[in-house]
Nanobody, 123 residues
């Protein structure tokens, strides 16, 4: 099983980024996908948003209103669109998968993790 997160890079403040999480070895429509991020110097990964296979979504206050999680089951890929980027959005972004129906709000319940992709917001 492999989750591959990609799409990060250097973005100017106010810009947008679209991150992708491509899965192999599992079928994402059986899983809820969470996007986490770990800011520089921080020890933990924080849950940003979640998209479940039944269409349920959840967003942390820090990204609510300026982010969209979506999925393309045919491509077995989940996306995170993040707009109006701020310097404090600079972090390594990870996608992770937890079986549908599990406690998606519990970081330790995620079975599979991508390797992370760095987003740097700077002018």
């Amino acid at each position: 099983v492999q989750l591959q997160a990609f799409g990060g890079g250097l973005v100017q403040p106010g810009g947008s980024v679209r991150l992708s999480c491509a899965a192999s070895g599992i079928t994402l429509d059986n899983y809820a996908i969470g996007w986490f991020r770990q800011a520089p110097g921080e020890e933990h990964k924080d849950l940003l948003c979640m998209g479940s296979s039944d269409g349920t979504t959840w967003y942390a206050d820090s990204v609510k209103g300026r982010s969209i999680i979506s999925r393309d089951n045919a491509k077995n890929t989940v996306y995170l669109q993040l707009n109006s980027l701020k310097p404090e959005d600079t972090a390594v972004y990870y996608c992770a998968a937890t079986p549908y129906g599990s406690s998606w709000y519990v970081r330790d319940d995620y079975d599979y993790w991508g390797q992370g992709t760095l987003v740097t917001v700077s002018s």
